[in-house]
């Protein structure tokens, strides 16, 4: 079994950064992957970004590219995500998922993962 706990969120003005963090606890090993994804008041779940674990491929939604970079630290078992110019869109709560993913194009589809963090708030004020 894997936990999984994020921190990090905040209030951040446009144009600003903030840090996501999310450790798991347990073993991660294989065809390991976490991703984010963030979803906003009225509005589905969507994907932001993930990362494989054995090999460190990374996947991004299109709106995020170039501003946020996902990256892993090995010896803490845990995903980073690095948010600059931040916008206004960017506000969400904002969730960590694990799991083991067989394929690629199925990184950005919430239902193949099996762990899920609870959530950190991300506030951008315009």
């Known amino acids: 079994q894997v936990q999984l706990v994020e921190s990090g969120g905040g209030l951040v003005q446009a144009g600003g950064s903030l840090r996501l963090s999310c450790a798991a606890s347990g073993r991660i090993i294989g065809s390991w992957t976490m991703a984010w994804f963030r979803q906003a008041p009225g509005q589905a779940r969507e994907f932001v970004a993930s990362i494989r674990w054995l090999d460190s491929s990374t996947s991004y939604e299109d709106s995020v590219k170039g501003r946020f970079s996902i990256s892993r630290d090995a010896v803490k078992n845990t995903m980073l995500l690095q948010m600059n110019s931040l916008k206004p869109e960017d506000a969400a709560v904002y969730y960590c998922?694990?799991?083991?993913?067989?394929?690629?194009?199925?990184?950005?589809?919430?239902?193949?993962?099996?762990?899920w963090g609870q959530g950190t708030q991300v506030t951008v004020s315009s």
């Open positions: 998922a694990g799991g083991w993913i067989a394929s690629a194009s199925a990184m950005i589809d919430s239902r193949t993962y099996t762990y």
